[in-house]
């Protein structure tokens, strides 16, 4: 089982759209949980990360479910510009790297 | 405030060769990490360094594959011998110390073509 499982898509949404993203993780030890974003060809970038009680940044909500290891991520209103793929990562304590899941790639179309 | 910075951006090697690949983390970060990412994959694992010091290298390939922090200058990712299996995109990113709790900010990645 990998260690981060990743819908991988793809979804191929119209503008103003609300799709959501799931991840499950395997090891109960882990203890920080983020979204990354990745454009085509480019570096990940750090969309938010992922609390307990769950956490919103505009039209992006982030849910948490420690009891079942599973992440999601909820975009509201798509925009063009949400076009990319989003990564699901996860910190394990006393283990400094992150794991990252294979991505979710989205498509937001006019 | 300058980001992780790598380079090259893009590298080509003949199979048989030796690639070099930098890492300067951002400044004041004194941990390194190194990932890989094949074509339509997601990032791997590669190893984590601190200055002097590998301390987790459980993503690396057993062979051709090294990486280093020395006390001055930039990480080293040194991949000997290379293979058209090398061929992908190699991201850093730094920390600034063990916590837990934020994201990494990743550099721009060196794209390593094998011919």
């Known amino acids: 089982r990998k260690e981060v499982e990743q819908d991988p898509g793809p979804f191929n949404v119209p503008e103003g759209a609300t799709v959501a993203f799931n991840c499950t993780y395997s090891?109960?030890?882990?203890?920080?949980f983020f979204w990354y974003r990745q454009d085509c060809r480019k570096e990940p970038k750090l969309l938010m990360s992922?609390?307990?009680s769950g956490n919103e940044d505009g039209r992006f909500t982030a849910q948490l479910n420690r009891a079942s290891q599973y992440i999601s991520l909820l975009i509201r209103d798509s925009k063009l510009s949400d076009s990319a793929t989003y990564l699901c990562v996860v910190k394990i304590y006393n283990n400094n790297d992150m794991r990252f899941g294979a991505g979710t790639r989205l498509t937001v179309k006019p | 405030n300058a980001g992780v910075m790598q380079n090259p951006r893009h590298l080509v090697r003949r199979r048989g060769q030796e690639a070099r690949l930098r890492c300067s983390p951002m400044?004041?970060?004194?941990?390194v990490y190194w990932y890989r990412q094949l074509p339509e994959e997601g990032l791997k694992f590669m190893v984590y360094?601190?200055?002097?010091?590998?301390?987790?290298e459980s993503g690396m390939p057993k062979e051709r594959f090294s990486a280093e922090f020395p006390k001055e200058g930039p990480s080293i990712l040194r991949i000997q011998q290379v293979v058209r299996g090398d061929s992908a995109a190699y991201f850093c990113a730094s920390s600034p110390d063990r916590g837990a709790n934020y994201g990494y900010t990743f550099g721009s990645g060196t794209r390593l073509t094998v011919v």
């Open positions: 360094l601190q200055k002097e010091n590998i301390i987790d």
């Open positions: 090891n109960s030890a882990s203890q920080s």
């Open positions: 400044k004041g970060h004194s941990h």
């Open positions: 992922v609390y307990s």
